[in-house]
């Protein structure tokens, strides 16, 4: 069975600077994919970015990179130059067979 | 470029009442995913289909079944309603054949009173 663990569940950053999200992950398949997901107070879950198992180089999007470490099972997020907007729940999730979700961090960013 | 759609956005419904919730995914997406986030909560995973087969099961109660269509798009059917159904729920669809992508509709909120 997959696993997601993400283990702080609030984090606050200072406007502009750069913050790390924690995900580590339990499974036994070969073969995954990794996203995060932004879900800010009005609900919807947003895409953010995404790492396939077999991927050598961390992926990145803009100001989303992500820190992909597969023999410790962790795929850490890491936000550069946070801004006011990105206050909001992000989520690791995993896909393999199906599609799992971490309990969420609540990211503050603060001016 | 099409995303998920979800309906309705928003639902009100008494104890014991049954509800639909409809789900059409990202054209050529062959997978889709139901959740249910409770307030406060992370997604939990109910069911989901690949190519119109139910491909794994979560934590979705006898109450509940759902199915995906010839067309793609899915319902999710929910019987007996009680206060706890009380929550967001949500669609994804996924493409075996685009594994990067994995997008949510905006959700269903469900109200039981």
């Known amino acids: 069975a997959q696993k997601i663990t993400q283990t702080q569940p609030g984090m606050f950053v200072q406007e502009k600077e750069a913050v790390t999200l924690d995900c580590t992950y339990d499974?036994?398949?070969?073969?995954?994919?990794l996203f995060w997901y932004k879900q800010p107070s009005s609900g919807e879950m947003i895409f953010l970015i995404y790492?396939?198992?077999?991927?050598?180089q961390n992926a990145t999007e803009g100001r989303y990179s992500l820190n992909f470490q597969k023999a410790r099972k962790s795929a850490n997020l890491v936000i550069s130059a946070s801004q006011l907007g990105d206050s909001a729940m992000y989520f690791c999730?995993?896909?393999?067979?199906?599609?799992?979700f971490g309990a969420g961090t609540r990211l503050t960013v603060k001016p | 470029a099409a995303g998920v759609i979800q309906s309705p956005r928003h639902l009100i419904k008494e104890k014991r009442e049954t509800a639909t919730l409809k789900c059409y995914p990202i054209?050529?997406?062959?997978?889709v995913y139901w959740y249910q986030q409770g307030p406060g909560q992370d997604p939990q995973f109910l069911i989901s289909?690949?190519?119109?087969?139910?491909?794994d099961k979560g934590s979705i109660p006898d109450r509940f079944s759902a199915q995906q269509f010839s067309d793609y798009h899915s319902e999710l059917n929910m019987s007996s309603l009680e206060l706890g159904d009380s929550a967001l729920y949500f669609c994804?669809?996924?493409?075996?054949?685009?594994?990067?992508?994995?997008?949510f509709g905006q959700g269903t909120r469900l109200t039981v009173v």
């Open positions: 054209p050529r997406h062959d997978t």
């Open positions: 999730a995993m896909r393999g067979n199906d599609m799992r």
């Open positions: 994804a669809s996924s493409s075996t054949r685009a594994v990067t992508e994995a997008f």
């Open positions: 289909f690949y190519e119109k087969m139910q491909s």
């Open positions: 790492q396939g198992s077999y991927d050598e």
């Open positions: 499974t036994s398949d070969q073969s995954y994919g």
